[in-house]
């Protein structure tokens, strides 16, 4: 089984995939997208997305990065592919499925799903441009509205030439709510095209997963959600890893604080460490009685010394 490390703007940036791929065993981790427009991106927009260019297109424990793009253009998205390949990624995906307002507004992202004439074009056109070594995927929903849109949409994929293809089993419209996750489409969907099938959605642990393989007849899960919620969900899913306990998430959580504060990006910290707690919060009632000591907090070391006191505190009860 594959396990792969979904993108998730805003969240899932090169710090947080630094450290889950080291807890994991991910085989493959893919950056946020890099909105492509009318121009071809300088190499610095690559770089600060995806810093593991800088070092053969890998995380310090060595699992693969794949940059995303997102884009309308097929002319612009296949010159940016170009040059985000050079650069040492490890292959391109491109945003089929963000569902964001904005994003689609400025006909980007899941907004496609209702040209499949023009996500040809723009796969056949990025498969052109990028060296045949380099893996040219595609990460889509069902459809725009109706899932049964998924069939012409993997067709126009399939025939573009990509490598493979990632499929959030929901539409558009179904946004994230559980209730309308339909992984069966993904089965029908294996029958119907020969490129290799990622499926996504709905998969929080390890009897999660082995469903949705079940269900879907595939052999490769994207996680996203479910990573920040569970932090070595990974291996969870793929090895009935135990879920992590409070005290190493914990622990976790401090690690990531010292990563955030000598990184670019320390100014920030309180709301990303609080934008995390969001998600922990789900998985672990501990996180969600702390996450309402340090919302009010704005600075950085008020904030770790409420996770420091936290830590001591809980040695001194186990």
């Not at 109706?146 to 946004?175: L, N, S, Y």
């Amino acid at each position: 089984m594959r396990v792969i490390l979904g993108p998730m703007e805003g969240v899932l940036d090169h710090l947080m995939r630094e450290m889950l791929t080291e807890i994991n065993d991910y085989d493959l981790c893919v950056t946020e997208f890099i909105r492509i427009i009318d121009s071809l991106q300088p190499n610095s927009v690559f770089y600060r997305l995806c810093p593991e260019l800088h070092h053969g297109g890998k995380t310090r424990s060595g699992t693969p990065v794949r940059v995303q793009l997102l884009g309308q253009d097929p002319q612009w998205m296949a010159e940016n592919a170009h040059r985000a390949c050079n650069l040492g990624s490890a292959g391109i995906d491109i945003n089929f499925g963000c569902p964001a307002k904005a994003v689609n507004k400025s006909r980007g992202g899941a907004v496609l799903l209702k040209e499949p004439e023009l996500i040809y074009q723009i796969v056949k056109a990025t498969r052109a441009a990028v060296n045949p070594t380099k893996p040219v995927t595609a990460k889509v929903r069902l459809g725009w509205d109706d899932p049964q849109q998924c069939f012409e949409i993997a067709d126009a994929i399939a025939q573009a030439g990509a490598d493979e293809m990632v499929i959030h089993a929901r539409t558009k419209d179904d946004g994230y709510k559980a209730n309308t996750i339909k992984w069966d489409y993904i089965r029908q969907l294996r029958q119907h095209v020969t490129l290799p099938i990622i499926a996504n959605g709905e998969v929080w642990n390890h009897a999660d997963g082995q469903a949705c393989l079940t269900a879907t007849n595939t052999d490769a899960l994207m996680v996203c959600r479910g990573a920040l919620n569970l932090p070595n969900l990974g291996n969870v899913v793929k090895y009935n890893q135990a879920p992590m306990t409070w005290e190493q998430v914990l622990a976790l959580l401090l690690t990531y604080s010292q990563f955030e504060i000598k990184g670019d990006k320390g100014l920030y910290y309180p709301n990303r460490v609080k934008q995390w707690f969001a998600y922990l919060r789900h998985q672990y009632p501990q996180a969600k009685v702390l996450f309402t000591d340090i919302r009010c907090l704005n600075k950085a070391t008020p904030i770790i010394e409420r996770l420091e006191l936290a830590q001591q505190q809980l040695s001194l009860t186990v």
